[in-house]
């Protein structure tokens, strides 16, 4: 006689939801990375920049903005420096060892 357990064994769209959410905080993980980053490399830009005579010309710290922010978003995509890693570390549910 063979029993299998049903209760057990999670049902397809049950294992969908649960990537579907893991891809959803993955995201947010990212872009909360991103928006952190944002203001850092933005400092460091006019830091570093000085001044320059582009500094007058109109739309360009508009500009200087999107690309603070294209990179801040780049860099948090390619794994940044780890805040969206432990996020998603605390957002994880609690590995629980197997006891006998």
Known sequence: ?????ASTAMPPSANL???????????AARDFEAMLLTPLLDSLQKTFAGDSGDSKT?????YRQMATQALAQSMAARGGIGIARLILRHLSPPKVSGGG
């Open 1 to 5: 006689m063979n029993v299998t357990h």
């Open 17 to 27: 939801l649960s990537v579907k959410a893991a891809l959803k905080n993955a995201k």
């Open 58 to 62: 109109p739309g360009a710290s508009d």
